[in-house]
DNA sequence: ATGAATTTTCAGTAATTACTGAAAATTCAA
DNA sequence: TTGAATTTTCAGTAATTACTGAAAATTCAT
């Protein structure tokens, strides 16, 4: 029966650090801990593992659990032979960050977006709309733009995305030299590059 | 004396949106409100400007102002002739994105790095510690590979930036067609395009 | 069906965070 | 300097969010 003080230091050091993350993040200190604790362990944990290691109450762990299903963060597992949940993380970090990734925009950014969608069909009848308007387009192509483009990167293997992220300074180089051939619009570009 | 009446309907529904979503950010209902009000504002506002549109408290505003400096999301103006300081945000969005990309990197993501580059420096002393260095160190790696990555595309010019996101697709072609040229190991991989 | 094991809900309370008004501090023109 | 204009601080309070224990609901082996 681990309790909290059966934590190896380094262990405790973690959980402890992402409870206090957590609320820098929208999410709870309970919630981070929990999930801390989820990720460093070797193995599932049940309920009542996790309320005896961190001293929460039972109920807040099952709240907690129950966050963590909403954002898709904990996987379900059943030991046989034995009827309670037992929950872990991905075993790999990067299916961790890219469901992290698409929550958030779901409920960040989305709701954003649609919002700016409403106002801008709407025809402005003063100045003030009238440049408020100039202003939710402006941010509405920026924010679609950077989805898209997320899509875009979502949508490859783990392994061909890391590449991709070692690969920063190489684009810029690719793009550079597109542009010199192609011009500046971003959309002749585009319409050139995917031609090829 | 435009008080929150005075705000058209679009303006408004802007600014309360950004209330509301302020609290799924870390950001304060106030705060949020405040920065959509200044965002839209075609000139710079002051704060009682700014108390007054929203019917919040002086001391309130002073605040929320004090926070969206601290982010480094408004610009200090000052007009000739009167003594209050005005605040407006940036024209440009992708700038705005930039900044509030930086600072969310200094305040959530580098202290998590230091924590886990601490963790990893100890000797672990059992098999539970070895295992979460394990994951540990996962994590940073994979941490410390999107931060080089937006390291990088964070030095582009905000058009270049805008170019690259247009192409998710071709870049993801580019790798797969590199790929079979080179072999798949990721240092492989940027060495061989780095030396082009 | 029954009931033991387990999970969830929820009303009450604790803890935290947000907001205000009044007072203090600062700034600057005269 | 003085003091009016302006901003900031801060103690008190309001509002929100987090947490608990007890009770209800669910699940499943018998």
Redesign the interface.
């Known amino acids: 029966m681990p309790n909290r003080e059966n ?5 405790r ?2 959980v402890s ?1 992402f409870g206090e ?1 957590g ?4 999410i709870n200190r309970t919630v981070g801990q929990i999930y801390a604790l989820i ?4 193995h599932a944990l049940n309920a009542d593992d996790i309320a005896e290691a961190l001293e929460f109450s039972r109920s807040n762990v099952s709240m907690g659990l129950k966050e963590l299903q909403s954002w898709r963060l904990v996987k379900l597992r059943h030991q046989p032979g034995d009827r309670r949940e037992y929950f872990e993380a991905p075993a790999d ?2 299916e961790i ?1 890219r469901v992290l990734a698409e929550e958030r925009r779901r ?2 950014i989305e ?2 977006l649609s ?1 700016l969608r409403m ?1 801008l069909l ?1 025809a ?6 009238r ?3 100039e ?2 387009k ?2 509405h ?2 924010i679609d ?2 989805m ?6 979502q ?2 293997a783990p ?2 995305a ?15 030299f597109k ?1 010199r051939m192609t011009g ?1 619009s ?2 002749k ?2 319409a050139t ?2 031609d ?1």
């Not at 934590?7 to 262990?11: I, K, R, S, T, V």
């Not at 890391?162 to 550079?176: C, D, S, W």
């Open positions: 934590l190896p230091p380094l262990n050091q973690f650090h993350m609320s820098r993040w929208g990720f460093i362990s070797p970090v990067w960050f409920r960040e709701p954003t919002m106002a709407e402005p009848t003063s100045d003030a709309e440049h408020a308007q202003r939710m402006e941010m192509e920026l733009r950077l898209t483009w997320f899509d875009d990167v949508k490859l392994e061909t890391m590449q991709l992220m070692g690969m920063g300074a190489t684009v810029t180089k690719v793009l550079e542009d500046k971003p959309a570009l585009a590059t995917k090829n």
